[in-house]
């Protein structure tokens, strides 16, 4: 599997701004998708943002215009820089990394973004 390692994450005022990292080393599978999910405490787990190899992107709507993913510099890495926060953005976010059609995928091990009001 593909460790996946994320940082970025933290305590913030509401309005305020947070940039996420993810990079994936070790790859044994050609990466198609960087995505970055999140959990809150009772909901399930849902997409924020993720990114294809061709720089295709995809995000909830909860988050557009708020949040930009992108792809760094180094192979194999993805930023979430996000603006505006709000309380509701509070929750676990997890870098997802993914084969196409997701025939293989790995997960990190989640980053705690806390929104204060």
């Known amino acids: 599997q593909v460790p996946v390692v994320e940082s970025g994450g933290g305590l913030v005022q509401a309005g305020g701004s947070l940039r996420l990292s993810c990079a994936a080393s070790?790859?044994?599978?050609?990466?198609?998708?960087m995505g970055w999910y999140r959990q809150a405490p009772g909901k399930q787990r849902e997409l924020v943002a993720q990114i294809t190899s061709g720089g295709t992107t995809v995000y909830a709507d909860s988050v557009k215009g708020r949040f930009t993913i992108s792809r760094g510099n180094a192979a194999n890495t993805v930023y979430l820089q996000m603006n505006s926060l709000r309380a509701e953005d509070t929750a676990v976010y997890y870098c997802n990394v993914a084969a196409l059609y997701h025939t293989r995928e790995a997960w990190g091990q989640g980053t705690q973004v806390t929104v204060s009001s």
């Open positions: 070790g790859s044994i599978f050609s990466i198609n998708t």
